[in-house]
Protein backbone atom coordinates (compact mmCIF):
# COMPACT_ATOMS: atom_id res chain seq x y z
CA UNK A 1 0.00 0.00 0.00
CA UNK A 2 1.77 3.45 -0.66
CA UNK A 3 1.26 5.80 2.07
CA UNK A 4 2.87 8.77 0.41
CA UNK A 5 3.67 10.14 -2.65
CA UNK A 6 5.97 13.31 -3.42
CA UNK A 7 7.89 14.84 -6.39
CA UNK A 8 10.01 11.57 -6.96
CA UNK A 9 9.56 9.34 -4.49
CA UNK A 10 6.63 6.93 -3.66
CA UNK A 11 6.77 5.94 0.50
CA UNK A 12 4.99 2.52 0.62
CA UNK A 13 4.61 -0.73 2.99
CA UNK A 14 6.85 -3.79 2.75
CA UNK A 15 5.82 -6.54 0.77
CA UNK A 16 6.96 -10.01 -0.36
CA UNK A 17 10.56 -10.01 -1.27
CA UNK A 18 11.02 -6.44 0.17
CA UNK A 19 13.40 -7.93 2.84
CA UNK A 20 15.78 -9.56 0.59
CA UNK A 21 16.40 -6.65 -1.21
CA UNK A 22 16.40 -4.14 0.96
CA UNK A 23 19.23 -6.35 2.42
CA UNK A 24 20.93 -6.57 -0.52
CA UNK A 25 21.35 -2.90 -1.29
CA UNK A 26 21.62 -1.22 2.00
CA UNK A 27 24.11 -3.87 4.12
CA UNK A 28 26.99 -2.43 3.58
CA UNK A 29 29.62 -0.23 5.14
CA UNK A 30 29.15 3.39 4.58
CA UNK A 31 25.33 2.83 5.13
CA UNK A 32 25.42 1.01 8.21
CA UNK A 33 28.60 3.06 10.18
CA UNK A 34 27.35 4.60 12.15
CA UNK A 35 24.46 2.00 13.09
CA UNK A 36 26.87 -0.30 14.11
CA UNK A 37 28.34 -1.39 10.96
CA UNK A 38 27.10 -4.27 8.51
CA UNK A 39 24.21 -6.98 9.82
CA UNK A 40 24.14 -10.79 9.79
CA UNK A 41 21.16 -11.60 7.85
CA UNK A 42 20.13 -13.15 11.56
CA UNK A 43 20.36 -8.99 12.66
CA UNK A 44 18.63 -8.21 9.75
CA UNK A 45 15.85 -10.52 10.39
CA UNK A 46 14.90 -9.05 13.38
CA UNK A 47 15.27 -6.06 12.33
CA UNK A 48 12.92 -6.18 9.63
CA UNK A 49 10.58 -8.00 12.33
CA UNK A 50 10.80 -4.72 14.24
CA UNK A 51 9.55 -2.66 11.15
CA UNK A 52 6.47 -5.35 10.92
CA UNK A 53 5.55 -5.06 14.62
CA UNK A 54 5.28 -1.17 14.25
CA UNK A 55 3.07 -1.61 11.44
CA UNK A 56 1.14 -3.90 12.96
CA UNK A 57 1.03 -2.07 16.79
CA UNK A 58 0.84 1.50 15.73
CA UNK A 59 -0.28 1.41 11.67
CA UNK A 60 2.75 3.82 10.82
CA UNK A 61 6.63 2.09 10.05
CA UNK A 62 9.39 3.07 8.42
CA UNK A 63 8.34 2.73 4.84
CA UNK A 64 10.21 1.75 1.48
CA UNK A 65 10.93 4.74 -0.15
CA UNK A 66 11.11 3.53 -4.11
CA UNK A 67 11.90 6.44 -6.73
CA UNK A 68 8.58 6.96 -8.65
CA UNK A 69 10.55 6.83 -12.47
CA UNK A 70 11.82 3.52 -12.28
CA UNK A 71 10.31 1.42 -8.86
CA UNK A 72 13.92 1.27 -7.59
CA UNK A 73 14.37 1.09 -4.26
CA UNK A 74 15.94 3.62 -2.54
CA UNK A 75 15.74 2.94 1.16
CA UNK A 76 13.47 3.22 3.73
CA UNK A 77 11.99 6.24 5.77
CA UNK A 78 9.14 7.10 8.09
CA UNK A 79 8.01 6.91 11.57
CA UNK A 80 9.06 4.27 14.29
CA UNK A 81 8.36 4.25 18.32
CA UNK A 82 11.40 4.74 20.53
CA UNK A 83 12.20 1.72 21.63
CA UNK A 84 16.33 2.27 22.33
CA UNK A 85 17.77 0.35 25.67
CA UNK A 86 18.40 3.37 27.58
CA UNK A 87 16.50 6.01 25.87
CA UNK A 88 15.08 8.84 27.63
CA UNK A 89 11.91 9.07 25.83
CA UNK A 90 10.40 5.68 25.44
CA UNK A 91 7.49 5.58 22.92
CA UNK A 92 7.33 8.76 21.53
CA UNK A 93 6.94 8.88 17.48
CA UNK A 94 10.61 8.90 16.08
CA UNK A 95 11.20 9.41 12.74
CA UNK A 96 14.23 7.76 10.80
CA UNK A 97 15.76 7.38 7.52
CA UNK A 98 18.65 5.27 5.69
CA UNK A 99 18.88 5.33 2.16
CA UNK A 100 21.46 3.42 -0.19
CA UNK A 101 24.79 5.63 -0.97
CA UNK A 102 23.82 6.20 -4.41
CA UNK A 103 20.83 8.44 -2.94
CA UNK A 104 22.45 10.38 -0.97
CA UNK A 105 23.00 14.35 -1.45
CA UNK A 106 19.93 15.03 -3.79
CA UNK A 107 17.54 16.09 -1.67
CA UNK A 108 15.89 12.86 -1.61
CA UNK A 109 16.11 12.13 2.76
CA UNK A 110 14.87 15.64 2.91
CA UNK A 111 11.69 15.18 0.72
CA UNK A 112 11.05 11.55 1.84
CA UNK A 113 11.05 12.87 5.92
CA UNK A 114 8.70 15.73 4.84
CA UNK A 115 6.16 13.69 3.82
CA UNK A 116 6.50 11.11 7.18
CA UNK A 117 6.60 14.31 9.24
CA UNK A 118 3.14 15.62 7.20
CA UNK A 119 1.99 11.75 7.88
CA UNK A 120 3.02 11.94 11.70
CA UNK A 121 1.03 15.44 12.37
CA UNK A 122 -1.90 14.43 10.12
CA UNK A 123 -3.23 11.16 10.15
CA UNK A 124 -1.08 10.10 13.06
CA UNK A 125 -2.09 13.08 14.96
CA UNK A 126 1.38 13.05 16.65
CA UNK A 127 2.18 15.68 19.12
CA UNK A 128 6.25 16.06 18.43
CA UNK A 129 8.24 13.67 16.77
CA UNK A 130 11.84 13.27 17.99
CA UNK A 131 14.89 11.76 15.99
CA UNK A 132 17.72 10.21 17.38
CA UNK A 133 21.16 9.42 15.92
CA UNK A 134 25.13 10.17 17.10
CA UNK A 135 27.20 13.33 17.22
CA UNK A 136 29.51 11.75 14.22
CA UNK A 137 26.97 10.98 11.69
CA UNK A 138 26.69 14.73 10.29
CA UNK A 139 24.42 13.52 7.54
CA UNK A 140 21.90 12.54 10.07
CA UNK A 141 21.60 15.54 12.18
CA UNK A 142 22.37 17.80 9.49
CA UNK A 143 18.92 16.46 8.16
CA UNK A 144 17.56 16.99 11.19
CA UNK A 145 18.53 20.89 11.33
CA UNK A 146 17.33 21.17 7.31
CA UNK A 147 13.95 20.48 8.90
CA UNK A 148 13.33 22.20 11.72
CA UNK A 149 14.16 19.80 14.16
CA UNK A 150 15.30 21.38 17.55
CA UNK A 151 18.21 19.59 19.40
CA UNK A 152 17.31 18.44 22.61
CA UNK A 153 20.49 17.98 24.92
CA UNK A 154 18.18 17.44 28.24
CA UNK A 155 16.96 14.04 25.92
CA UNK A 156 20.56 12.78 25.41
CA UNK A 157 21.67 9.38 26.80
CA UNK A 158 23.71 6.60 26.38
CA UNK A 159 22.84 3.20 24.61
CA UNK A 160 24.06 0.15 26.04
CA UNK A 161 24.67 -1.75 23.57
CA UNK A 162 27.41 0.58 22.08
CA UNK A 163 30.77 1.45 22.53
CA UNK A 164 31.95 5.41 22.99
CA UNK A 165 32.55 5.57 19.26
CA UNK A 166 28.15 5.31 19.38
CA UNK A 167 27.59 7.04 22.32
CA UNK A 168 25.70 9.31 23.22
CA UNK A 169 22.60 9.08 21.22
CA UNK A 170 21.89 12.62 20.60
CA UNK A 171 18.03 14.06 20.31
CA UNK A 172 16.32 16.17 18.07
CA UNK A 173 12.53 17.22 18.19
CA UNK A 174 9.82 19.23 16.95
CA UNK A 175 5.71 19.76 17.65
CA UNK A 176 3.30 20.09 15.69
CA UNK A 177 2.86 23.80 15.44
CA UNK A 178 6.66 24.08 14.97
CA UNK A 179 6.38 21.61 11.87
CA UNK A 180 3.60 24.26 10.40
CA UNK A 181 5.75 27.11 10.78
CA UNK A 182 9.16 24.94 9.51
CA UNK A 183 7.28 23.27 6.44
CA UNK A 184 6.25 26.86 5.32
CA UNK A 185 9.49 28.29 4.64
CA UNK A 186 11.28 24.59 3.36
C1 LIG B 1 21.26 10.36 6.73
C2 LIG B 1 20.98 10.33 5.23
C3 LIG B 1 19.61 9.76 4.97
C4 LIG B 1 21.06 11.78 4.72
O1 LIG B 1 20.92 11.78 3.31
P1 LIG B 1 21.27 13.09 2.43
O2 LIG B 1 21.16 12.70 1.01
O3 LIG B 1 22.54 13.70 2.91
O4 LIG B 1 20.11 14.10 2.88
P2 LIG B 1 19.20 15.10 2.03
O5 LIG B 1 18.15 14.40 1.31
O6 LIG B 1 18.74 16.17 2.97
O7 LIG B 1 20.18 15.71 0.97
C5 LIG B 1 20.93 16.83 1.28
C6 LIG B 1 22.02 16.99 0.26
O8 LIG B 1 21.51 16.90 -1.07
C7 LIG B 1 21.82 18.09 -1.81
N1 LIG B 1 20.76 18.25 -2.81
C8 LIG B 1 20.91 18.01 -4.13
N2 LIG B 1 19.75 18.20 -4.76
C9 LIG B 1 18.83 18.58 -3.82
C10 LIG B 1 17.45 18.90 -3.86
N3 LIG B 1 16.74 18.87 -4.98
N4 LIG B 1 16.84 19.23 -2.69
C11 LIG B 1 17.51 19.26 -1.51
N5 LIG B 1 18.85 18.95 -1.43
C12 LIG B 1 19.48 18.60 -2.58
C13 LIG B 1 21.98 19.15 -0.75
O9 LIG B 1 22.75 20.22 -1.21
C14 LIG B 1 22.67 18.37 0.34
O10 LIG B 1 24.02 18.13 0.02
P3 LIG B 1 25.19 18.44 1.05
O11 LIG B 1 24.94 17.56 2.25
O12 LIG B 1 26.42 18.08 0.29
O13 LIG B 1 25.04 19.90 1.36
C15 LIG B 1 22.03 9.46 4.50
O14 LIG B 1 23.31 9.98 4.73
C16 LIG B 1 22.02 7.99 4.95
O15 LIG B 1 21.20 7.20 4.52
N6 LIG B 1 22.99 7.59 5.83
C17 LIG B 1 23.16 6.20 6.23
C18 LIG B 1 22.09 5.70 7.19
C19 LIG B 1 22.01 6.50 8.45
O16 LIG B 1 23.02 6.79 9.08
N7 LIG B 1 20.79 6.85 8.82
C20 LIG B 1 20.54 7.68 9.98
C21 LIG B 1 20.58 6.93 11.22
S1 LIG B 1 20.39 8.02 12.64
Known amino acids: MIVATTD ?18 MNHEPV ?3 LGGV ?7 EAHGRIAGFSR ?17 LG ?15 GDVEIGWRLREEAWGQGIAKEAAIASLDLAFGRFAA ?4 ALTVAGNTGSWGLMERLGMRRRADLDYVDPRFGPELNPTIV ?3 AAAEWQAARAGL
Open 8 to 25: RLRLRDWGEGDAERFYAV
Open 32 to 34: MRW
Open 39 to 45: QTPEQWR
Open 57 to 73: DFGHTLWIVERKADGEM
Open 76 to 90: FCGLKRVNAPGASCP
Open 127 to 130: PHVV
Open 172 to 174: YSI
